[in-house]
C-alpha cells in the first residue's frame, strides 16, 4: 500500500512539473530517385521507462511529401524521430517492409519547423531494421 502511495504521489509531482514541447517536420520521402508515395511517417517521441509514444501519424502524397506536428507533456527535453514505415530495398514486398527512424535535432523542439527536404531511403546510417510477416 504504501508503495503504491509513493508512485502516486511521484505521478503528481512529475505531472505538475511537466512542461508542453511541441515539434514540427516536413519533408519529402524518395528511393532509388523516386519519390514514394502512401509511407507512413509518424512523429514519434524516445521514452526511457515505457514504450515510444506516437505524437502524430500521416500518408505521404502522391510526391513523397509529409507534414507533422506533435506536442507531449514531458519533465526533461523530449528526443523526437519520424519512422517510416515503407518497401525501399526490400527483398520481398509482398512479405516484408523496412522500418527507418530519423532523429530530429533538439534545437527545432519549441522553435521552428524542421524541413528535412530529401529523406532518402537508399542511405545507411540511420536506425533501420527489416520486419517479415
Known amino acids: 500500500m504504501r508503495s503504491v502511495l509513493c508512485i502516486v504521489l511521484l505521478a503528481l509531482i512529475a505531472a ?3 512542461k508542453e514541447q511541441t515539434i514540427k517536420v516536413k519533408g519529402q520521402i524518395i528511393c ?5 508515395r ?3 511517417v ?3 517521441e524516445h521514452d526511457t521507462f515505457d514504450p515510444d509514444d506516437t505524437l502524430a501519424t500521416i ?8 507534414q507533422l506536428s506533435g506536442k507531449e507533456d514531458e519533465v526533461t527535453a523530449i528526443k523526437p524521430y519520424i519512422r517510416v514505415t515503407h518497401t ?25 519547423e524542421y524541413d528535412m527536404n530529401f ?6 546510417g ?3 531494421k527489416e520486419v517479415c510477416n
Open 126 to 128: 540511420h536506425t533501420d
Open 88 to 112: 525501399c530495398d526490400v527483398q520481398d514486398r509482398a512479405t516484408c517492409h523496412r522500418i527507418s527512424d530519423f532523429e530530429i535535432p533538439a534545437n527545432f523542439i519549441n522553435g521552428a
Open 42 to 44: 509518424e512523429l514519434r
Open 32 to 36: 532509388d530517385k523516386r519519390s514514394i
Open 16 to 18: 505538475a512539473y511537466a
Open 119 to 124: 529523406v532518402n531511403l537508399n542511405l545507411k
Open 38 to 40: 502512401n509511407a507512413l
Open 59 to 66: 500518408h505521404t502524397d502522391k510526391d513523397g511529401n509529409f
